[in-house]
């Protein structure tokens, strides 16, 4: 089977960037990817705007998951939505907690295993599901070994495959498939790719949901400090290798977190499907 490839987006808050952004999945589609995907904010901070840019990408021919968690909206809500994706033709979602933004107070977090469920009960088998993975494990996981077993629960309650966070290390991802096989799953897990554009970004972001950028790595991209072309460069020659890697290793595809650009995702898929 040919690997399967797909571009996450998200939602643009501005004009300018809904605008660019058709261009970018034009551009990005040319590319022939299995399926976009559009982010979430947990708690509906993007709700309408999630649900904009995938029934537009649906209108386009595309085919195109939206990303969905409760948050703090009840059943009703999010079952209109799953509904309104349903009807316009969708048919794939990615499942998950999500995170609520500080400052929406208290809100209790509905596993994503739990809207697993809830699709599957209202909707069958129409959509095809994803769900988060950690090779580096989920920062709130009371363990390794959990955090697998919960991942196991959120697939047996009907999730097709899942999407990794991103990481930097390949052993990672080979020591989890491995260990996932162990505990019984036995579907695919695509890894998710950060392409590294931008290191005080990527470092921010990378403290806040656990995932590791290796010392080594560290080390080289700050000390390319202001030179963002050198970043660019050589973060391009990694990612590209640590896709290569995985691809050899027999990871069955890639999800590409493209940040809304079209470089270097581009440049690096057609360099793997040379
Ligand atoms: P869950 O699978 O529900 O797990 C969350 C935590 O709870 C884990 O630590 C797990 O070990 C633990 N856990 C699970 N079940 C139980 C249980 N029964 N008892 C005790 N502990 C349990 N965030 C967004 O806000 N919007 C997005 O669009 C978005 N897209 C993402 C896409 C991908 C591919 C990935 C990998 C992540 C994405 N995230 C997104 C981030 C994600 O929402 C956060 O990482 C969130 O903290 C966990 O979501 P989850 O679906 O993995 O949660």
């Given at each position: 089977m040919s690997p399967r490839?797909?571009?996450?987006?998200?939602?643009?808050?501005?004009?300018?960037?809904?605008?660019k952004l058709q261009t970018v999945?034009?551009?990005?589609?040319?590319?022939?990817?299995?399926?976009?995907?559009?982010t979430y904010g947990a708690g509906g901070s993007t709700r309408d705007n999630t649900k904009n840019i995938v029934l537009e990408t649906k209108a386009a021919g595309l085919s195109v998951a939206p990303h969905l968690s409760f948050g703090g909206d009840d059943e009703e809500t999010v079952l209109s939505l799953i509904n309104d994706y349903k009807n316009a033709g969708v048919d794939r979602m990615v499942a998950l907690r999500g995170d609520v933004p500080s400052g929406m107070g208290a809100t209790?977090?509905?596993?994503?295993?739990?809207?697993?469920?809830?699709?599957?009960?209202?909707?069958?088998?129409?959509?095809e599901i994803e769900v988060a993975a950690y090779p580096e494990i989920h920062p709130d996981?009371?363990?390794?070994?959990?955090?697998?077993?919960?991942l196991k629960q959120k697939l047996d309650?009907?999730?097709?495959?899942?999407?990794?966070?991103?990481?930097f290390n390949a052993d990672a991802y080979f020591y989890?498939?491995?260990?996932?096989?162990?505990?019984?799953?036995d579907k695919p897990i695509y890894p998710g790719i950060m392409p590294i554009t931008n290191f005080t970004n990527l470092a921010?972001?990378?403290?806040?949901c656990g995932a590791d950028i290796p010392r080594?790595?560290?080390?080289?991209?700050?000390?390319?400090g202001d030179d963002q072309e050198s970043v660019t460069k050589f973060g391009e020659e990694f990612v590209t290798e640590l896709c290569q890697i995985l691809m050899e290793g027999g990871a069955p595809g890639i999800h590409f977190y493209t940040m809304n650009q079209v470089e270097p995702v581009k440049r690096m898929l057609q360099e793997l499907q040379r």
């Open positions: 490839f797909s571009f996450e987006f998200f939602p643009p808050k501005t004009p300018a960037g809904k605008e999945r034009a551009e990005l589609a040319e590319l022939d990817p299995s399926f976009f995907s559009v209790r977090l509905i596993y994503a295993r739990e809207l697993v469920e809830f699709v599957r009960k209202h909707t069958g088998d129409h959509f996981a009371p363990s390794y070994a959990k955090d697998i077993d919960y309650a009907g999730a097709n495959s899942a999407i990794t966070q991103y990481f989890f498939l491995e260990d996932c096989e162990k505990a019984g799953i921010r972001f990378s403290r806040n080594w790595l560290t080390q080289k991209l700050s000390g390319y």
